[in-house]
């Protein structure tokens, strides 16, 4: 009987669909599989890499779909798996793509890394800060590269935001909200909590990620609330975060499917200024604390009952067009420096454990705990998990 941290890759190439032609590698490309072909797999990850076609060239997929298996054939004219081992035991692939469900990303890229490959995870990047230091020490031991796609780090309204406040404009920031509002009924996989589904997993791991590179400090208070409100299936699909950090501003992120009247995506408060707007549009309104006069402070009676908060300021203002993003091109270029040119990895797992601990924690305050399977034993599981 095998212990269960032995991990055996068979090869079953025999079950793989493979073109009538592949085109060979060029100097310098890394081979990559994808595992999962749904929304990310193909729509981000597949798309993105065929932007870079002298970097990055998919040579496999997997997927338990044949529709899937078929159209990723016909347009991308790869060998195509029903399961994911079958990819990871491909000898010509380099980088592993895990774009499946977020209860199989650990397993899956456990399984990657002792044979051999580099891994990029979807987000969330593990349930556990446990899982991610076991990954850690897995990938430093097969000296491998693991990251995650945290590419919202490149998106360009956090960019602009964090520009503009360590530009001191609007003075030193105290309040800082995140918000990702709208109205949506949602019944797929990721609305159950086997599935590691939910707003903390889906969306407040791009978003709380955003706000802990602002800071570059840990909340010491996390406050949840956590909710199943509009949605089918059993996780929360409405969240309030609060983080205080010991040093710096409050952190807010809310993620709701229960909407109906949208605020502001990025509000943020500065003790000169301030910023709010979307991702696509910010305003922003400032002035010169060095204009003002000096403030005197009266102890007696209001003088003539006023409430002495009528001052005038000559305040800015500016609006920010952001641009187009193309995140998901800029972090494989980033990728791609790191395994051929040495650059410094851009998301190390060290990065993202910080925020996988706040979501857990934030779990556990909300009186919500859960408990996710960390193991998948059969390759029927695994290919499951791909849907």
Same mark, same amino acid.
């Given at each position: 009987m095998r212990s269960r941290a032995e991990v055996v890759v068979p090869d079953r190439r025999s079950l793989a669909v493979a073109p009538s032609k592949e085109a060979s590698l060029s100097a310098g490309q890394i081979a990559v599989g994808i595992i999962g072909l749904g929304r990310s797999g193909w729509n981000i990850h597949a798309a993105g890499l065929r932007e870079l076609p002298d970097r990055f060239r998919v040579v496999a997929v997997a997927d338990p779909l044949e529709a899937r298996r078929v159209e990723a054939a016909t347009e991308l004219g790869v060998t195509t798996y029903t399961e994911p081992r079958q990819?990871?035991?491909?000898?010509?692939?380099?980088?592993v793509v895990v774009a499946t469900p977020s209860h199989t990303h650990v397993p899956i890229a456990l399984i990657a890394l002792q044979a051999g490959k580099h891994v990029v995870l979807e987000k969330p990047m593990a349930q556990r800060?446990?899982?991610?230091?076991?990954?850690?020490?897995?990938?430093?031991s097969a000296g491998r590269v693991l990251t995650c796609f945290q590419n919202n780090r490149l998106e360009p309204s956090f960019l602009? =935001?964090?520009?503009?406040?360590e530009s001191g404009r609007i003075g030193e920031v105290v309040l800082v909200r995140r918000a990702i509002h709208r109205f949506a009924r949602r019944a797929d996989w990721q609305t159950l909590r086997s599935h590691g589904g939910g707003e903390?997993?889906?969306? =407040?791991?791009?978003?709380?990620?955003?706000?802990?590179?602002?800071?570059?400090?840990? %909340?010491?208070s996390v406050s949840a609330d956590l909710r199943h409100t509009v949605s089918a299936g059993d996780a929360e699909d409405h969240v309030?975060?609060?983080?205080?950090p010991e040093h710096g501003p409050v952190l807010e992120v809310?993620?709701?499917?229960?909407?109906?009247? %949208?605020?502001?995506?990025?509000?943020?408060?500065?003790?000169?200024?301030?910023?709010a707007g979307s991702q696509s549009?910010?305003?922003v309104r400032w002035f010169d604390p060095a204009a003002l006069p000096a403030l005197v402070l009266r102890t007696g009676a209001a003088e003539g009952r006023e409430y002495g908060t009528d001052e005038s300021i000559d305040w800015s203002e500016e609006t920010v067009a952001v641009g187009p993003s193309r995140r998901t091109e800029r972090y494989y270029r980033r990728l791609y420096a790191t395994l051929r040119e040495?650059?410094?990895l851009f998301v190390t797992p060290a990065s993202v454990r910080r925020q996988v601990e706040i979501l857990t924690r934030a779990r556990t305050r909300s009186g919500a705990p859960r408990e996710r399977r960390s193991t998948i034993s059969t390759t029927q599981e695994l290919s499951a998990g791909l849907r």
């Amino acid at each position: 009987m095998r212990s269960r941290a032995e991990v055996v890759v068979p090869d079953r190439r025999s079950l793989a669909v493979a073109p009538s032609k592949e085109a060979s590698l060029s100097a310098g490309q890394i081979a990559v599989g994808i595992i999962g072909l749904g929304r990310s797999g193909w729509n981000i990850h597949a798309a993105g890499l065929r932007e870079l076609p002298d970097r990055f060239r998919v040579v496999a997929v997997a997927d338990p779909l044949e529709a899937r298996r078929v159209e990723a054939a016909t347009e991308l004219g790869v060998t195509t798996y029903t399961e994911p081992r079958q990819l990871i035991a491909d000898d010509r692939v380099e980088l592993v793509v895990v774009a499946t469900p977020s209860h199989t990303h650990v397993p899956i890229a456990l399984i990657a890394l002792q044979a051999g490959k580099h891994v990029v995870l979807e987000k969330p990047m593990a349930q556990r800060p446990e899982e991610i230091d076991l990954m850690a020490a897995v990938a430093e031991s097969a000296g491998r590269v693991l990251t995650c796609f945290q590419n919202n780090r490149l998106e360009p309204s956090f960019l602009a =935001v964090r520009q503009i406040i360590e530009s001191g404009r609007i003075g030193e920031v105290v309040l800082v909200r995140r918000a990702i509002h709208r109205f949506a009924r949602r019944a797929d996989w990721q609305t159950l909590r086997s599935h590691g589904g939910g707003e903390l997993s889906n969306k =407040v791991s791009h978003y709380l990620d955003q706000l802990l590179l602002l800071i570059g400090d840990t %909340p010491t208070s996390v406050s949840a609330d956590l909710r199943h409100t509009v949605s089918a299936g059993d996780a929360e699909d409405h969240v309030k975060l609060t983080l205080r950090p010991e040093h710096g501003p409050v952190l807010e992120v809310e993620s709701s499917a229960t909407v109906a009247l %949208p605020q502001d995506s990025w509000f943020v408060v500065g003790t000169a200024g301030g910023i709010a707007g979307s991702q696509s549009t910010l305003r922003v309104r400032w002035f010169d604390p060095a204009a003002l006069p000096a403030l005197v402070l009266r102890t007696g009676a209001a003088e003539g009952r006023e409430y002495g908060t009528d001052e005038s300021i000559d305040w800015s203002e500016e609006t920010v067009a952001v641009g187009p993003s193309r995140r998901t091109e800029r972090y494989y270029r980033r990728l791609y420096a790191t395994l051929r040119e040495g650059a410094d990895l851009f998301v190390t797992p060290a990065s993202v454990r910080r925020q996988v601990e706040i979501l857990t924690r934030a779990r556990t305050r909300s009186g919500a705990p859960r408990e996710r399977r960390s193991t998948i034993s059969t390759t029927q599981e695994l290919s499951a998990g791909l849907r």
